[in-house]
């Protein structure tokens, strides 16, 4: 089966869009918080310059982290088999570029182990074939609104997009490629939501998390490679 560009980077953008939407807020409102921080501490103005040299110094190691994330993504490319899946969730797969850019992350990001990243990709593929069974699908306008505001803060280089043109710059792809991919993890995303939604309005008696832990529990889960299978366990 052939799977184009598109569908082999768009894991990325599962976690890039919290790049794309969260991070230009909380870059910017940490920028802000520490600026007055600074203000605050005027008679102290050693400590102000060592705080934005700190600032500057952690947004280079940051484009610096996420330009060797896109390289090492598109590495992947010219391996063999990383486009043949090795989990089956509900009928959806997980491919073995999949499970690889989650090794990547684990080992540049820290914020995860690998395994732990595998179980979310599982969690995010059974709730997608939860929502995909109750015909939910997400509002085109809320799409379309997130994607003009990704290109907007990117035409206007916002405060925290610097990693995003690093990954970018990493995987050699344009500004055109990056929202045509960032599009798909905006239906997953909002349909997400939706289903949220409509879950809540259902089952009142039961906590969102909850249910997803219901749905991920009966969903149908295959591991066709073995030493997933063996991290897993």
């Known amino acids: 089966m052939h799977i184009n560009k598109k569908q082999i980077n768009v894991l990325f953008f599962k976690s890039i869009a919290v790049i794309s939407m969260l991070i230009l807020m909380s870059s910017f409102s940490g920028c802000v918080h520490k600026e007055t921080m600074s203000m605050d501490t005027d008679s102290e103005g050693d400590n102000s310059e060592i705080n934005i040299f700190e600032q500057e110094q952690n ?3 940051d484009i610096e982290s996420w330009l060797f994330i896109g390289l090492k993504v598109r590495e992947l490319d010219s391996r063999p088999g990383m486009n043949e899946p090795v989990i089956l969730v ?15 992350y684990s080992e540049c990001l820290n914020n995860a182990t690998i395994k732990e990243n595998i179980v979310s990709l599982i969690r995010e593929k059974a709730i997608k074939a939860e929502a995909t069974r109750l015909g939910v699908q997400p509002p085109r306008e809320k799409i379309e609104a997130y994607l003009e505001q990704v290109k907007r803060s990117l035409n206007e ?18 500004q055109e490629e990056y929202l045509s991919m960032l599009e798909e993890t905006a239906y997953d995303m909002y349909q997400r939501e ?8 259902l089952h009142k008696e039961k906590d969102y998390e909850e249910y997803v832990n219901e749905i991920v529990k009966r969903a149908k889960i295959e591991i066709l490679d073995a030493d997933i299978e063996k991290l897993l366990r």
């Open 59 to 61: 947004v280079k190691n």
């Open 90 to 104: 509900d009928g959806y797969s997980i491919i073995k570029k999949e499970i690889e850019i989650q090794k990547i």
């Open 157 to 174: 280089k916002t405060i925290g997009t610097e990693t995003i043109l690093a990954y970018m710059e990493g995987l050699e792809i344009t």
């Open 194 to 201: 939706e289903l949220r939604i409509l879950l809540e309005s």
